[in-house]
């Protein structure tokens, strides 16, 4: 099955740089690329994803990068505010009927520094 | 709140006793899923539903863990005999159709279950 990796585990930028999370994920069969924001308490919200045919999405200041070929994506935020401090999760998913499900990575704790 | 339901929202037992856990997706989501999330951890698949047809269980759903989706509406989720490994956030999801490029899944707000 996918095994999808993330790194870094914690991470904690000062308030205005930008903060890059990466992942790596195992099936090459996998088409969808979601990541999740998590606040403490709070469920995973989804806040950007990319399918396997685009290389990069931009959204505000949050973007996603794929790379098929090495099989890793990365989150981009960018302009970091106090507000984007959560645990953010990449996941992948495999089409297909009875595949239909998300695996995540283990997530990143973003921690900005006022 | 029109966002997936779950109840209850923290549940602490005993070690040996069991637990049941309800989901309600959003309305008219055929698609229904069950995470556990344990502390610094990523959701790990469990199980998921179209309608009322479980597609697929993982090999951490043992033999004391059942799911239901009787009408193909709300879900249960049963742990016969707790052990205190089974201490987590146990976590629901719904999507319209199967997760991918034009289908989000929503999750709920979790139960937390304590084994004590």
């Known amino acids: 099955g996918e095994n999808v990796e993330q790194h870094p585990s914690t991470l904690s930028v000062q308030e205005g740089d930008s903060a890059v999370i990466k992942c790596t994920y195992s099936?090459?069969?996998?088409?969808?690329f979601p990541w999740y924001k998590q606040e403490l308490g709070k469920r995973p919200q989804l806040i950007i994803d990319?399918?396997?045919?685009?290389g990069e999405k931009k959204d505000q200041r949050i973007a996603v990068t794929l790379n098929k070929t090495a099989k890793h994506f990365s989150l981009h935020i960018t302009e970091t505010q106090p507000e984007d401090s959560a645990v953010y999760f990449c996941?992948?998913?495999?089409?297909?009927?009875?595949?239909?499900?998300?695996?995540f990575g283990t997530g990143t704790r973003l921690t900005i520094i006022p | 709140d029109t966002g997936v339901s779950q109840n209850p929202r923290h549940k602490i037992t005993k070690r040996g006793q069991n637990v049941t856990f309800r989901c309600d997706p959003i309305?008219?989501?055929?698609?229904l899923y069950w995470y556990r999330q344990t502390l610094g951890q990523g959701p790990e698949f469990l199980t998921y539903?179209?309608?009322?047809?479980?597609?697929?269980k993982s090999r951490l759903l043992s033999d004391r863990f059942s799911a239901e989706r009787p009408k193909g509406s709300f879900s249960t989720l049963e742990i016969q005999r707790t052990e205190q490994g089974d201490s987590a956030m146990y976590l629901c999801?719904?999507?319209?159709?199967?997760?991918?490029?034009?289908?989000?899944?929503?999750f709920g707000q979790g139960t937390r279950l304590t084994v004590v």
């Open positions: 999801a719904s999507s319209s159709q199967g997760v991918g490029p034009n289908t989000e899944a929503f």
């Open positions: 099936d090459s069969a996998s088409n969808y």
């Open positions: 990319i399918r396997s045919n685009v």
């Open positions: 996941a992948a998913s495999i089409p297909g009927f009875g595949n239909e499900k998300l695996t």
């Open positions: 309305s008219e989501h055929n698609r």
């Open positions: 539903f179209q309608n009322e047809a479980q597609l697929e």
